[in-house]
């Protein structure tokens, strides 16, 4: 039995028929609302599937588990990841037994182009953290991939969720234009039906003040600033014509301009010079952010890490004596504490976790002194003691840091000092770090859930919508700019009980400026909201007016495959609890992810679990085992062609070893797999793509080796990766995006950040310039 609040059913009976956005604050039962919403168009239509989508894969399982746990339809729920392959993903976008869809936009969007899914088969279509749907963002093409006018198909009701949709009228509109919404439902914590539902959480504001060595560093980098902005001022490249005016933003703008008017065959020497200070002003407005807002260590280690970096941009960078002054403080300073590491300590211990801690008053002008390897708490109040084990409390704190490196300084720091926590940040790779995995990302917020470590440290990661246990304490280590994320951070707390948010900021520092933003925009979306007379467009949607509902028998079937049907009780609304369905976390992927038959054969023993439509004809039933053996086929066909990719690839790495003088076709007898004939198909393949010949005595050589390749040599710096593409930045002069299919190197080497000299091509294409990658030095 599901149990919900009056105003959720309220909002929900607002939704069935019109495309709406719902604007609820965080903790208040966003995707309770969604549940009902799908539960309706699932049983009253009982062809219907539903697409829930979620900008990460531990939300994405977070909705996916959430909706198992509460519903008899749990089995004919998937949770899709890009760890499955395009040609069983399609068979499980077709299939007749699954029919509620859980995955990201990316993964999505990927499927549309390809034309794996049918988009007819939705009825309704939820975008989680719908504020995400501006520009080039996927929601965006998802949603025009459904409402294109081309298409004969009625399209689906569609749901956006936030609780922060922007504070600007043109941003919300940008939303609801690109969600097709035609109605907004909104609602605050004053509103009389929220109100009883609400916890109190009171925000603390806490301005520090910096070192005098950071205050001179903050000094010089604003000499360096005002030089070069003083510069693209002068020479008319910013329209403002003060300084202090000119934000991140407007140079984002200006280097797109730039780029817009460079052309490779006739340099402009001007624009050129103009691309490089705005690059390195760039640069500086970054390391200000870092010393004011993050401290020393930061800034220490992005210059130290911007020294292996050979652009020619860098290299003027560090030539500036200014910055030769930077390092010297810096070096000198190395061992000098941090004044918010320090106030953090002092706030845990206030707060309790450490009993040993209470026993003094931290709260009027305490003063410790740490460096980053003394273990000895050295002085509170004129009070002296050495390290001990101190018996924890049962308090939970959740901090939150912009940047990763900073979130280790503070991990190492309080675990150093006996408080006991972790980093929680995402899956991507950054300054040579690996990201944590989804499973990784799952344990650890099952750990803090259950009180292993009492504090948690993350990074942006945690602002959106995961299921982060109820916190005591919400600690922000700098204000943010958006009042999107002060929003999402403040909402981790006061849940399910008073809350509590401390905002650390240095005073007459960038922390105070975005501090100031983030109070001034969160002021202007309250006023926008609960004023807003926007008149939005109706749109020609699927019809919704004659029901074809499950019946009480088919209904019966469903029941009966379970021998428990989870609930949802009332306490477990309030204490934020979820009871999980008693199956495996994801069966579909499990099977399918492994290269083993027998699990494929258990796969479609678990697809068949589809419910049995009362007086279904002889030719629905076999279109439902017309897809399970489809499945099959495509299973077995995949398991060789997964091995087969990989004996190229080793074919390859071999052939990059030896080099020009190539490999003996028998020399790939040592290669281990049973059936030799899949190494026959990687040598075809190979040979079909163009990578390898075979010469008449049976010497396999790679095709680069056999000519000189033509083309000019160039040193490219990686900019952007994105999805299919990368940005990169040729010779310090030209801006150019290099497709995959143009580039034929080591794939290790395309990263961010990274500086490779090639043998290639520039060509345009609808008026952007290319890059043709045909050979890495």
Same mark, same amino acid.
Not at 38 to 65: E, G, Y
Not at 174 to 196: G, H, M, R, Y
Not at 573 to 592: F, K, L, M
Not at 696 to 711: A, H, Y
């Given at each position: ?24 604050? #965080?903790?208040?039962?966003?995707? !309770? ?54 040609? !069983?993903?399609?068979? !499980? ?36 953290? $719908? ?36 504070? #600007? ?103 050129? $010079? ?69 106030? +953090? ?14 026993? @003094? ?8 002194? @740490? ?34 490196? #900073? ?50 440290? $993350? ?44 905002? +650390? ?28 007379? @926007? ?147 990687? !040598? ?70 990274? #500086? ?22």
């Amino acid at each position: 039995m599901l149990n919900y609040r009056q105003y959720q059913q309220d909002i929900v009976t607002k939704l069935l028929y019109n495309n709406s956005l719902v604007v609820i604050p #965080t903790s208040l039962g966003k995707t !309770i609302i969604a549940l009902l919403v799908c539960i309706d168009i699932l049983f009253n239509w009982k062809h219907s599937k539903v697409l829930i989508l979620a900008p990460t894969r531990p939300l994405v399982m977070q909705h996916f588990n959430m909706f198992r746990s509460h519903t008899v339809l749990s089995e004919q729920c998937v949770a899709l990841t890009g760890n499955v392959s395009p040609e !069983i993903r399609e068979t !499980i976008w077709r299939s007749h037994s699954i029919r509620i869809f859980f995955a990201t936009p990316e993964l999505v969007i990927n499927d549309l182009r390809n034309n794996l899914i049918k988009k007819e088969d939705f009825y309704l279509l939820v975008f989680d953290e $719908a504020q995400r749907t501006v520009k080039d963002y996927s929601y965006t093409h998802i949603a025009k991939q459904f409402y294109d006018a081309a298409t004969n198909m009625r399209p689906p009701l569609i749901l956006g969720l936030s609780a922060s949709p922007g504070f #600007t009228e043109e941003k919300v509109r940008e939303v609801c234009s690109n969600l097709f919404i035609e109605q907004i439902i909104a609602k605050t914590e004053d509103d009389a039906d929220v109100l009883p539902y609400v916890y109190n959480t009171s925000i603390e504001y806490c301005h520090l003040k910096m070192t005098d060595s950071d205050v001179e560093i903050s000094r010089l980098l604003k000499s360096m600033i005002s030089d070069y902005i003083g510069w693209l001022i002068k020479n008319k490249f910013l329209k403002k014509k003060q300084i202090e005016n000119v934000y991140k933003k407007d140079l984002l703008e200006l280097r797109d301009s730039i780029i817009s008017h460079l052309d490779p065959k006739n340099p402009n020497f001007l624009l050129i $010079a103009g691309l490089k200070y705005q690059s390195i002003s760039m640069i500086l407005y970054y390391c200000r952010d870092l010393i004011e807002s993050q401290g020393d260590f930061a800034l220490r280690k992005f210059l130290n890490s911007s020294k292996l970096n050979e652009s020619k941009t860098y290299a003027e960078f560090f030539a500036d004596n200014r910055i030769k002054e930077i390092v010297q403080i810096l070096n000198i300073h190395i061992n000098k504490s941090s004044p918010k590491l320090e106030k +953090l300590l002092s706030i845990i211990a206030e707060f309790g976790l450490l009993e040993k801690y209470q026993e @003094f008053n931290l709260k009027h002008n305490s003063k410790t002194n @740490f460096t980053q390897k003394n273990l000895k708490l050295e002085s509170i109040n004129g009070n002296s003691f050495e390290k001990q084990t101190f018996k924890p409390i049962q308090k939970k704190i959740l901090i939150f840091s912009q940047y990763r490196n #900073t979130l280790e300084e503070i991990t190492e720091f309080l675990n150093m000092h006996n408080i006991s926590c972790k980093g929680f940040f995402g899956q991507s790779k950054k300054n040579g770090q690996k990201g944590l995995d989804q499973d990784k990302q799952l344990s650890i917020l099952e750990d803090f859930r259950n009180g292993k470590f009492q504090v948690l440290v $993350a990074t942006s990661v945690a602002e959106e919508g995961l299921n982060i246990p109820n916190v005591d304490l919400v600690i922000f280590y700098e204000p943010v700019p958006s009042e999107i994320r002060f929003i999402q951070r403040k909402g981790r707390t006061g849940r399910f009980s008073n809350g509590r948010v401390i905002i +650390l900021s240095y005073e007459d520092s960038i922390d105070i400026k975005y501090l100031d933003s983030s109070k001034r925009k969160l002021s202007k979306m309250k006023a926008l909201l609960q004023n807003a007379n @926007f008149s939005l467009t109706t749109f020609d949607k699927r019809d919704f007016g004659q029901c074809d509902r499950i019946s009480e028998s088919e209904l019966d079937h469903i029941r009966k495959r379970h021998s428990r049907i989870p609930k949802l009780t009332k306490q477990s609304v309030d204490e934020g609890t979820h009871v999980i369905a008693n199956v495996s976390s994801n069966p579909v992927i499990e099977s399918i992810t492994s290269s083993s038959n027998r699990n494929i054969k258990h796969l479609l023993k678990k697809l068949s679990y589809g419910y049995t439509r009362a007086n279904s004809s002889n030719d629905e039933d076999s279109n439902l085992s017309d897809s399970l053996e489809d499945l099959f086929e495509v299973s077995l066909n995949l398991d060789r062609k997964k091995i087969t990719s990989r004996i190229q690839r080793q074919i390859m790495e071999l052939l990059s070893q030896v080099g020009r003088s190539g490999l003996q076709v028998s020399q790939l007898d040592e290669i281990n797999v049973k059936d030799k004939s899949i190494v026959a198909d990687a !040598i075809n393949n190979l040979k079909k793509s163009k990578r390898i010949t075979i010469s008449e005595d049976d010497v396999i050589i790679p095709i680069e080796s056999k000519k000189f390749l033509s083309g000019n040599k160039y040193s490219v710096f990686v900019e952007k990766i994105m999805t299919g593409k990368a940005l990169v930045r040729v010779n310090e002069k030209w801006y150019a995006l290099l497709d995959h299919s143009d580039y034929f190197g080591p794939r290790a080497l395309l990263k961010k950040g990274n #500086t490779i000299t090639i043998i290639g091509e520039l060509y345009r294409n609808s008026g952007k310039l290319h890059l043709l990658v045909k050979r890495t030095l």
